[in-house]
């Protein structure tokens, strides 16, 4: 089997130069943007990682204060927009070693540290997440469809049979499952019942209404608050759930073909 390239360094390896992206281990429900399904994830993924790299310029430009400031923030400037000419994503499929599918990588001819990135894709929408120092998962799920597929014992460790009994908690149990396994860079060549999720980094971010959406990322800590259910919240997902059970399930967008 392939092996498959290390997070954000691409098939090549990583170039030397390291850059600071503020940001990137604080905030990881900002990680994640939502699009239109029919828009080009690779141009998207490169726009996401130039508005990074734009931000670290930024910070490091403002963050001088001494009397050599300007030439540092001038040669930190030529940095960026050199890595912004220079980013690279493409797919690489852990099992048959194919670039034409599989999980997605970016890497930054300018920079070492490496872009985590991940894609997801359910009805009419896109998910992408985008980061700086490791990896990224991200997984966008629509309620009615996991519901009407829902099997526990395909989902659920024991350990956590019995916790998924309405139709939001079981898509949000599914999509936090598959949001773990792209950061961790399997996909679901790891069964989701191997997982038990208070052993992992995930959380759920706000999606469009019907759908939930959960990011997770190896190497970043995450209260244990944030993966616990707001009943009180949730009611209003249950109720864009309900309006939207009279369409026919969502044949186009498969569970777990979600790359």
């Known amino acids: 089997m392939p092996a ?38 690779d141009d ?10 734009g931000a670290a310029t930024s910070t490091l430009a403002s963050s001088d204060a001494d009397a050599d400031a300007d030439a540092d923030a001038d040669a930190d400037a030529g940095t960026g927009a050199h890595a912004a000419a220079a980013i690279h994503v493409g797919r690489l499929c852990p099992r048959c070693g194919s670039a034409a599918h599989g999980r997605p990588w970016a890497r930054v001819a300018a920079l070492s540290t490496p872009i985590g990135v991940s894609l997801s894709r359910s009805g009419p929408h896109l998910a992408t997440a985008c980061r700086a120092g490791g990896p990224i998962g991200v997984d966008i799920e629509e309620i009615r469809v996991v519901a009407s597929r829902w099997d526990e014992a395909l989902v659920a460790h024991p350990s956590e049979r019995g916790l998924a009994t309405t139709a939001l908690e079981q898509a949000r149990m599914w999509s936090r499952k598959e949001a773990v396994l792209k950061a961790r860079g399997t996909g679901l060549a790891v069964p989701m019942a191997q997982i038990v999720l208070a052993e992992h980094e995930v959380i759920d971010v706000p999606a469009p209404p019907g759908y939930v959406a959960a990011v997770a990322s190896e190497g970043l800590l995450v209260a244990a608050s944030d993966q616990a259910s707001d009943r009180g919240s949730d009611q209003a997902s249950d109720q864009a759930a309900d309006q939207s059970s009279g369409r026919g399930p969502d044949q186009a967008s498969g569970l777990g073909r979600r790359r």
């Open 4 to 41: 498959h390239p290390a997070v954000g360094a691409g098939p090549h390896g990583p170039a030397p130069t390291a850059l600071h992206i503020p940001g990137s281990t604080d905030d990881l429900r900002g990680t994640v943007h939502f699009h239109a399904v029919e828009r080009d994830a």
């Open 44 to 53: 998207i993924l490169r726009a996401r990682i130039a508005d990074l790299l």
